[in-house]
């Protein structure tokens, strides 16, 4: 894997401007903040990522990855303020879950999510490098 850097560029802050890598894709689904049964426990936005990004590690280890492999991903929010303002929580919880490796990011906002309790969806792309 390769982190795409231009020249001369500033670099970002949590994530790359770009990823180049060889492997294996895996590419997961949309993770909301529900544990494995399909329920929520907390309302708070921060809470809410923390365990979509619990989900995305278990479903990528399904494909034998791990956060490192992460090449991309995009986050859905309900309310850019409230991400906004819970960044030190899910820095924390994105460090712990994710470690130090930031792919190319990209966060939106939409109007609604599917799941109403839902405050934030996140998917993502991997590449588990090939063995040769």
């Known amino acids: 894997m390769k982190i795409l850097q231009p020249p001369g560029w500033l670099r970002p802050r949590g994530y790359a401007n770009g990823v180049a890598a060889r492997g294996t894709a895996v590419y997961v689904s949309g993770m909301i903040g529900w544990d494995s049964q399909g329920v929520f426990h907390t309302d708070d936005f921060a809470a809410q990522t923390r365990q979509a990004l619990h989900n995305i590690v278990a479903v990528l280890a399904e ?3 791990r956060p490192e492999h992460i090449v ?3 986050w859905y929010v309900l309310d850019k ?3 906004v303002a819970a960044w030190p929580a899910i820095g924390v919880a994105y460090r712990e879950i994710m470690g130090a490796h930031y792919p190319a990011m990209t966060a939106v906002q939409v109007a609604g ?3 109403d309790r839902a405050r934030v969806e996140i998917e993502v792309t ?3 490098p090939s063995v040769e």
Request: hydrophobic letters at 55%; glycine letters at 6%; aromatic letters at 6%.
């Open 126 to 128: 991997a590449i588990v």
């Open 63 to 65: 494909a034998g990855a």
């Open 113 to 115: 999510l599917v799941e």
């Open 72 to 74: 991309r991903m995009t």
């Open 81 to 83: 303020r409230e991400y």
